[in-house]
Nanobody, 127 residues
């Protein structure tokens, strides 16, 4: 049984920083790409960032490029999202997800490419 557990969310003022963590179990973590998505109230869940299994390639949504950094520590089975220069529009529930197939050279940005999700962690950015 695959489990993903996010942590690190909270309330922060605009311009501040947060670091999200996602601990994975139940799958050989080092073989699978991971991603972060977010969902604002009343909106669809959107792609934020992804990192392939080796950590050698990352990709970001335009809205967070240059402010967010995704990374992973395979020995700790953990993926991170460092969020800097936060804006009120970054507010939402942040979810980590694990891709359904191992050792993909290019990980998907669509929701259907991921088969397990965490429970989410709330990020609120005040203006």
């Amino acid at each position: 049984q695959v489990q993903l557990v996010e942590s690190g969310g909270g309330l922060v003022q605009a311009g501040g920083s947060l670091r999200l963590s996602c601990a994975a179990s139940g799958r050989t973590f080092s073989n699978y790409a991971m991603a972060w998505f977010r969902q604002a109230p009343g909106k669809e869940r959107d792609f934020v960032a992804r990192i392939i299994w080796s950590g050698s390639s990352t990709y970001y949504a335009d809205s967070v490029k240059g402010r967010f950094t995704i990374s992973r520590h395979n020995a700790k089975n953990t993926v991170y999202l460092q969020m800097n220069s936060l804006k009120p529009e970054d507010t939402g529930v942040y979810y980590c997800a694990i891709v359904s197939r191992p050792r993909l050279g290019v990980a998907p940005t669509a929701l259907h490419g991921y088969d397990y999700w965490g429970q989410g962690t709330q990020v609120t950015v005040s203006s």
